[in-house]
């Protein structure tokens, strides 16, 4: 069996990249360029970079200027958010492995052995990275033992550990109910990245859906302030609001909601995210039939009972890729806070490289920088992925069937 | 308030006066039409496309709207009330052309939604009541399949029971099985005439002569937004009376 697998490969090579004389020349040209960028980019990073960049600031690069005696509260979190990840995956996947839940496990466990040691963290810091992965492991395999299927009561609960787990994660971020406070200004690096991401994509995900239901309602106020909102916010380019909102925000929010720049940006970031989400639902919501609404209506459901039980799903379903490259964007455009000066990721990547003692190190912490935004971004196209499957109901049947 | 023409005795189910529609361009799509529809009757409407059969009983559960005239469903007037409106939906049951069955939800969900959500039914009673109902339209070994796993036909017939779910007054056909491939109306005519034989009370717009012949009490023949002619079915396939009908019929033979 594996000897005939052999055999079929040294086939299936053959056919895909030796099929014709031209193919093969093709394939040579191409496996010379990649061996030979490929090498370059190793040379480099192996003999050449000077990894003491990263290493020396790797606590810097994670939080900012998170206070020292305050880092347990993130940890903390870390082990919380590593718990609750087990969690979920576990409950859906239930005793099986597949493949691609066995390669995550191993890049999971490769990744807590190798990352922490090539910082050179110390043995202390080392020993908690692996005990988080093998928190997360050690839950998701629990949790598929034991937890699927989960009684209907705990399932349906589920879903609402995470907003729970994100109110938690703020109060430990920020502090308050009996926690030292630690002041936005404080927070940088990954944490500030990850904290205005995940704010602004949690906000302006429900803010986006009405105002694309704005755009199509019969009311005329509320059609035409969706469609100025809308059009203003895509016609203007996000720094401009950053900088604006760092003016003005502070008057048209209510004082509590954004007492300082980190959480004026949160929520412009929010607003610009929230006009780009809502024509993604729009263009959603245009796919389905104005038959659904109609038959809907015919059975004696009211509009709101309609849109939610019969429009919206089909429709969030269609808006879900579009919404989530949002989101990947949206990712990506916190880097522009550095420009108002906030320690986000690349805002602490500035400062570091602005440090005479790492001068010229500025290829290392753009790779870092790249490697970084890489993975959350593969993160939550995965996580759409997976969702987008398990909503289509063909691939839900044939999974049935 | 007696319709000499019809052949059931009952209550008044529905009753049109001089109902007119403009569509918001300027087209006017019904141009005073007038329709009584008793307890138990069956009423086929047929007429060329465009000539607003369907925008008229699309009127009766307040799909469209409509300018002048006065509409009585089940006693309740219909008016720009949302109250009414809802009222009325509860009571008027649609089965469409498309069929219109929702996508994301297994056939059994799709006969349970209303009934749970608008008559607030316990769940199992609901479900026990809609795996009755696909057993009468023959498709109860397919309730956990989704819609697009049926054919059109099973679709069809899947719509007549989610619409008999809500235990409607009145069913509204709004031609059911145009969009069908040949072999499949067959079946769904003969769900249909079962209803009709169990007395329920049915609007039908169809271009099915047989069906008409052999189901319905009357057939009322539509064109340019009015009525050209109301007749019971062998009167008006052997004997019509105006010169549209005798058109249209030269048409469909």
Known sequence: MERLGADRWVLRLRRELFASRTDGVITLVLVGLLLGLGGAFLRWALFQADWAVVQVNSTLFAVGRYPLDQQWRLWLLTSLLAAATGLSWGVLRGRDWPPNDRIAAVLLGGLALLVPLFLQLSFALQARWWAIALLLLGVRWAAGRWGNPLPPPWRRGLPLLWPVLYLVGMVLISGGLGLMPVRPSDWGGLLMTLVQSTFAILLCFPLGLALALGRRSELPLLRWGSVIYIEFIRGAPLITLLFLGQNILGFLLPGGLAPDRVWRAAWVLTFFAAAYVAEAVRSGLAAVPRGQMEAARALGLPVPQALIHVVLPQALRVALPATVGQFITLLQDTTLLSLIGLLDLLGVARTVMANPAFLGKNAEVYLLLAVLFWCCCAALGLGSRALETRLNPNTLSAARA | ?253
């Open chain 2, 1 to 253: 308030m007696t319709n000499p023409s019809s052949t059931a005795s009952g209550a008044l189910m529905i009753e049109a006066r001089g109902v007119e529609k403009w569509y918001p361009n300027g087209f006017q799509a019904l141009r005073g039409v007038d329709l009584t529809v008793s307890q138990g009757e069956v009423v086929v409407i047929m007429g060329p496309s465009g000539s607003g059969k369907s925008t008229f009983i699309r009127t009766f559960n307040a799909l469209e709207d409509f300018q002048k005239g006065s509409i009585v469903v089940d006693g309740i007037a219909l008016s720009n009330d949302v109250r009414n409106i809802d009222a009325v939906r509860r009571e008027v049951g649609m089965v469409f052309q498309q069929f219109n069955l929702f996508p994301h939800l297994t056939v059994l969900e799709n006969l349970t939604l209303a009934p749970v959500l608008v008559r607030k039914r316990p769940k199992a009673e609901v479900e026990r009541r809609a795996r009755q109902l696909l057993e009468r339209v023959g498709i109860h070994e397919q309730a956990e399949k989704y819609p697009g796993q049926l054919s059109g036909g099973q679709q069809q017939r899947v719509a007549i029971a989610r619409s008999l779910s809500m235990e409607p007054r009145i069913l509204l056909f709004d031609e059911p099985t145009s969009s069908l491939d040949p072999e499949m109306v067959q079946e769904v005519l003969a769900v249909m005439q079962e209803l009709a034989r169990d007395g329920m009370t049915m609007v039908v717009v169809t271009h099915e002569v047989r069906f008409a012949r052999q189901v319905a009490d009357r057939v009322v023949l539509m064109a340019d937004g009015q009525v050209v002619e109301e007749a019971p079915p062998e009167q008006f396939f052997t004997n019509p009376q105006h010169e549209r009908s005798k058109q249209f019929l030269s048409q469909i033979a």
